[in-house]
């Protein structure tokens, strides 16, 4: 059975720091890229950093340059983001997702994740003022 479980969301302060993981299993890790994404109220879900499970190439939007960094643990089959420097912009539901290898670079180049082969359910990042 494919699970990605995403953990780690919270209520935390502007300016402080959490780290999201994402349980991987039911697939090949390194035959998939994997990505977090965040839909805040009202808005449609952005990607906000992706990573290759074969070689660790890694994407960030934007708003994610600076603050957030993404990672990967083969071993363990897991993927985590770690987000400092919270704002409540960053506030919303956080989903991993994973897309086969082959479509890894296009996806994060083009921004574009309807071909996400698999969807976790997510977990809710409040930042307050």
């Known amino acids: 059975e494919v699970q990605l479980q995403a953990s780690g969301g919270g209520l935390v302060q502007a300016g402080g720091s959490l780290t999201l993981s994402c349980a991987v299993s039911?697939?090949?890790?390194?035959?998939?890229?994997f990505g977090w994404f965040r839909q805040a109220p009202g808005k449609e879900r952005e990607g906000i950093s992706g990573i290759s499970g074969s070689d660790g190439t890694t994407y960030y939007a934007g708003s994610a340059k600076g603050r957030f960094t993404i990672s990967s643990d083969n071993a363990k089959n897991t993927v985590s983001l770690q987000m400092n420097n919270l704002e409540p912009d960053d506030t919303g539901v956080y989903y991993c997702?994973?897309?086969?290898?082959?479509?890894?670079?296009?996806?994060?180049?083009?921004?574009?994740?309807?071909?996400?082969?698999?969807w976790g359910k997510g977990t809710q990042v409040t930042v307050s003022s």
């Open positions: 997702a994973a897309v086969s290898l082959v479509f890894f670079e296009k996806t994060w180049l083009e921004r574009r994740y309807d071909g996400m082969a698999y």
């Open positions: 039911g697939f090949r890790f390194d035959d998939y890229g």
